[in-house]
């Protein structure tokens, strides 16, 4: 089950979010499901406003605790174009989820890579439980310093 999609009750936020040239990349186009670049700038994918520096987050909020055991990270390629993940996605990030006791973010992945692929799957040890979970983007691919994804999974039971 993808405990941060839309339809099981999740909520996104997010640091920025763009909103030019009459399109849409909303905090909640990550969560609707849809791992293409279908609709991309009419409200699917999320892209952190031009112009803002990094790093930039995007937080699912589930509404309630939920034990995840897997995260799926799914950046910006349009496919069957020049618009690949290496011009246009995210590089490195760090994905935390919320200590309930503190209400502090605690790391529990960090990703840093080369060359940005389109998928990128975090499968756990352990399920962590949580109520919500961010990933901060801190290095996206160089052509425009936005960042950019199609969606942001969290798997559990």
């Known amino acids: ?9 999740s909520h996104a936020a997010a640091s920025s979010q763009d909103g030019s040239d009459n399109a849409g990349w909303p905090a909640s186009g990550a969560i609707d ?16 406003k031009s112009g803002e520096p990094l790093p930039q987050w995007l937080e699912v909020n589930f509404g309630q605790e939920r034990a995840v055991r ?9 496919d069957k174009s020049e618009e ?6 995210v590089r490195n990030y760090t994905i935390e989820v919320r200590d309930k006791r503190n209400l502090n973010w605690k790391p529990l992945i960090a990703e840093v890579c080369e060359f ?3 998928v990128r799957v975090h499968q756990l040890s352990k399920p962590v439980s949580t109520d919500r979970f961010r990933i901060l ?16 999974e969290a798997w559990g039971e």
């Open 70 to 78: 897997r995260f799926v990270v799914i950046t910006y390629q349009k």
């Open 116 to 118: 940005p692929r389109k």
């Open 33 to 48: 499901g849809l791992r293409d670049d279908t609709g991309w700038g009419a409200g699917h994918g999320w892209a952190s």
């Open 1 to 9: 089950m993808n405990w941060a999609l839309a339809a099981n009750g």
């Open 137 to 152: 983007v801190t290095e996206v691919a160089p052509l425009d310093g936005q960042a950019r994804l199609l969606q942001l």
């Open 84 to 89: 690949t993940a290496g011009k246009l996605g």
